[in-house]
C-alpha cells in the first residue's frame, strides 16, 4: 500500500505560479513512476506530468514551458512547479505513484492516487 500526502495548491492570478508537493509513504520501494494528474469541472482526469524513478519527465503538450516536475527524497517526493498559470489550468490536481512488483510471469502495475489539492487561477 502507498499513502500520497499532497499539498500547495490555492487561488492565484493569471500568470503567477504554484507549486505542489507529493509525499509518498507505505511501499515507497515498489513506486516506478510518479506523476500529477488534473480534472477541471465536467471533464475527464487528464495526465499533467509524471516522471520515473531514473529521472525520465514526461508532460502534456498545454503545460510544455511552464510546469516543472522533479522528484527526490529517495524517489518518495515529487513537486509540480507551475509558471505562467492560466484560467484553463484551473482544476484539482490530483498525485498518482504507480508500483509495479514483479511476479513469476509478468509484472503487476497498480496506481495510487492522493485525496487531490485545488488550483484555482483567476482571470
Known amino acids: 500500500q502507498v499513502q500520497l500526502v499532497e499539498s500547495g495548491g490555492g487561488l492565484v492570478q493569471a500568470g503567477g505560479c504554484l507549486r505542489l508537493?507529493?509525499?509518498?509513504?507505505?511501499?515507497?520501494?515498489?513506486?516506478?513512476?510518479m506523476g500529477w494528474y488534473r480534472q477541471a469541472p465536467g471533464k475527464q482526469r487528464e495526465l499533467v506530468a509524471t516522471?520515473?524513478?531514473?529521472?525520465?519527465?514526461n508532460s502534456a503538450d498545454s503545460v510544455k514551458g511552464r510546469f516543472t516536475i522533479s522528484r527526490e527524497n529517495a524517489g518518495n517526493t515529487v513537486y509540480l512547479q507551475m509558471n505562467s498559470l492560466k484560467p484553463e489550468d484551473t482544476a484539482v490536481y490530483y498525485c498518482?505513484?504507480?508500483?509495479?512488483?514483479?511476479?513469476?510471469?509478468?509484472?503487476?502495475?497498480?496506481?495510487?492516487w492522493g485525496q487531490g489539492t485545488q488550483v484555482t487561477v483567476s482571470s
Open positions: 508537493s507529493c509525499v509518498a509513504s507505505g511501499s515507497i520501494f515498489n513506486i516506478n513512476i
Open positions: 516522471i520515473t524513478r531514473g529521472g525520465s519527465a
Open positions: 498518482n505513484a504507480r508500483t509495479v512488483v514483479s511476479g513469476p510471469f509478468r509484472n503487476y502495475e497498480h496506481d495510487y
